[in-house]
Antibody, heavy 122, light 106 residues
């Protein structure tokens, strides 16, 4: 049973870079069965997928955020990370790290972290 | 981008009611459609994948149907623990979610 846990600053200033890390336990991020990704949810609003990374380093990102998002792996620590540059108040949200199951063609998100609130404010 | 539209945005229902939520895609997603349940302050949980396959451990009172652009999530007999927000999500091209349907107590 996989467990995912987000960590990182809860407050980021406008124009700076948001950085979060997800620690995976109960399994390896080198698994061929999972993509690892990030989803966010602004307060009181819906879910938005940011992007995902595979153990090979292959990534795919939401086209509307692609210029600002970087997702990477640290296999030595069994972690993956999110960097979102040039943030504005619109990037204030709960950020979830997720496991995207590649064993099924439809690739559902079947593992989620508990989420971490990041507020963008000066 | 593929847009996902759920209806209704919210509904009020009683314990024991049959509830149906619809999800429409702006273009075909074949059966690349998943459903999630989210309770306040919690992460979403996967309910159904590939439009109609029940995820492990999910109650059989949940069911899904549809393909192409039109999908439904049905709760056959609403239970107290089912009051939550439900999201559909397509994985045919990138990943997008519907805006959510909040199921409230009548």
């Amino acid at each position: 049973q996989l467990q995912l846990q987000e960590s990182g600053p809860g407050l980021v200033k406008p124009s700076e870079t948001l950085s979060l890390t997800c620690t995976v336990s109960g399994g390896s991020i080198n698994s061929i069965n999972y993509y690892w990704g990030w989803i966010r949810q602004p307060p009181g609003k819906g879910l938005e997928w940011l992007g995902s990374v595979y153990h090979s380093g292959n990534t795919h990102y939401d086209p509307s955020l692609k210029s600002r998002v970087t997702i990477s792996l640290d296999t030595s620590k069994n972690q993956f990370s999110l960097r979102l540059s040039s943030v504005t108040v619109a990037d204030t949200a709960v950020y979830y790290c997720v496991g995207e199951n590649q064993q099924w063609l439809v690739r559902p998100f079947d593992y989620w972290g508990q989420g971490t609130l990041v507020t963008v404010s000066s | 981008d593929i847009q996902m539209t759920q209806s209704p945005s919210s509904l009020s229902a009683s314990v024991g009611d049959r509830v149906t939520i619809t999800c429409r895609a702006s273009q075909t997603v074949n059966s690349f459609l998943n459903w999630y349940q989210q309770k306040p302050g919690k992460a979403p949980n996967l309910l159904i994948y590939a439009a109609s396959i029940l995820h492990s451990g999910v109650s059989s009172r949940f069911s899904g149907s549809g393909s192409g652009t039109d999908f439904t999530l049905t709760i056959s007999s609403l239970q107290p623990e089912d009051f939550a927000t439900y999201y559909c999500q397509q994985s045919y091209s990138f990943r997008t979610f519907g805006q959510g349907t909040k199921v409230e107590i009548k």
